[in-house]
């Protein structure tokens, strides 16, 4: 279902500023919040789902009814409620909320009090019981279905840890994304793949994945078996990410590739991993974070950089505390154990420390790596050093349903 945003919502108030909300206050499994009420239900415990719309929005009126089909089905096992605020009556409640679009499904109080996850793409009641499931067992609804289980090691946050992350988020998402829920790429889908494998041609450039690159870029379309043939072929397909050295999810690893990405400064980074979250992530939120993040005057001005390298390096450190800030219960980066000069005294960034601090934390002697990790023949070292396993922000995952071919 596609969504309205608030401005387009804002222009046509005037046509109907009486419109009536989408949900009577009697409604017998939906509670329509006012500003006030809102407010207590966040401070008191138990979880809650709310519809967050604008009653002259076409697609908030259509999703009504999956809304109310929703709390039919949770209200009596008592485990959880479901509310609704109208935006054209609470706007200052709507934009203190972050709600750019409607309609936009917001989850409370499920880990600790606030705001846990925001669904912004009205999703069905089938869709909403994974969510739901998954935010009562402490996993994020960003983190995308295994193949395999996970496995975690828990060692040391390193620069050689953060490496082998990060290439296995990279290894993941070519096993695991690329072909989810498709068994054909067509061409915008092919050059997303080629540009999300480039990346990793100038980050990772331990992994042997040009040939790979150069095997997609004549190519219109690509089926699930060409794919995996390309990958053994170029020796990709010795580790599919599912272990993890220091991260516990594919999250992690995914904001370490693209920390690493950035210390190049090539301006590519950005661009590519937008097509790569529109084509293959399993993320809604985080499809529209990131636009909204990378706006096309940020580009602009990441484009015209005197220090393109640590200007692409911050940017993404700051995109990383936002997404941090969005997904609620997430603390910022660098915590202060990590880098006690990062802030100054006045707790305000030393952006000049955070760059230091990140060019360090990026960069490894691959060679040494690789040699450390096992005395075996390339291949089979690339696989001990890349081993582990996405929303999105990694993340990333698809939260929706997508066609059948991209």
């Known amino acids: 279902m596609q969504r309205v945003f608030v401005g387009l919502a ?20 939906v509670t329509s919040f006012t500003d006030t009420t809102f407010a207590e239900m966040q401070e008191r415990p138990g979880p809650w789902i709310v519809d967050f719309y604008h009653p002259l929005c076409s697609h908030c009126i259509e999703y009504a009814s999956e809304v109310s089909r929703i709390a039919a089905h949770f209200t009596p096992q008592q485990t959880l409620r479901v509310g609704a605020v109208n935006c054209l009556e609470w706007k200052e409640l709507c934009d203190a909320e972050h709600i750019d679009g409607y309609p936009a499904l917001v989850y409370y109080n499920f880990r600790g009090q606030g705001q846990n996850y925001v669904d912004a793409e009205a999703m069905p009641l089938a869709d909403v019981m994974l969510i739901v499931k998954k935010l009562f067992m402490n996993i994020s609804p960003a983190d995308p279905p295994v193949a395999a289980p996970l496995t975690l090691l828990s060692e040391p946050e390193s620069p050689a840890t953060r490496l082998h992350d990060a290439t296995a988020t990279f290894l993941y998402s070519l096993h695991h994304l690329v072909f989810f829920d498709t068994s054909l790429l067509r061409s915008g889908g092919v050059a997303a793949l080629a540009d999300w494998v480039a990346l990793a041609v100038d980050a990772l450039p331990h992994v042997p994945v040009a040939g790979l690159h150069a095997s997609l870029l004549d190519r219109l379309t690509l ?7 390309l990958l053994r072929e170029w020796g990709a397909d010795l580790d599919d990410g599912t272990t993890y050295r220091a991260c516990a999810s594919y999250n992690c690893g995914l904001w370490h590739l693209l920390h690493r990405a950035s210390l190049s400064g090539d301006a590519r980074l950005l661009p590519v991993l937008r097509e790569f979250l529109r084509k293959f992530g399993r993320c809604g939120p985080c499809r529209s974070f990131e636009a909204r993040f990378n706006s096309e005057n940020e580009l602009a001005e990441l484009a015209t950089a005197a220090e393109p390298d640590a200007a692409l390096t911050l940017h ?11 997904v609620a219960g997430h603390t910022v980066w660098p915590p202060v154990e990590s880098c006690a000069t990062c802030r100054t005294p006045a707790g305000d960034w030393n952006e000049a420390a955070v760059l ?19 005395p075996t023949p390339p291949l089979q070292a690339l696989a001990a050093l890349s081993g582990a ?5 990694g993340y990333m995952y698809r939260c929706r349903r997508r066609s059948k071919a991209h």
Do not use: K
């Open 10 to 29: 804002t222009a046509v108030v005037g046509a109907s500023a009486a419109a009536a909300p989408l949900f009577a206050s009697d409604h017998a499994n």
């Open 223 to 229: 089926d699930a078996d060409e794919w995996r043939q």
């Open 356 to 374: 230091a601090h990140l060019r360090a934390a990026y960069t490894v002697d691959q060679e040494a790596s690789l040699r450390s990790a096992t």
């Open 389 to 393: 396993a996405l929303c999105a922000v």
């Open 316 to 326: 993404v450190w700051r995109m990383h505390n936002a997404a941090n800030e969005f």
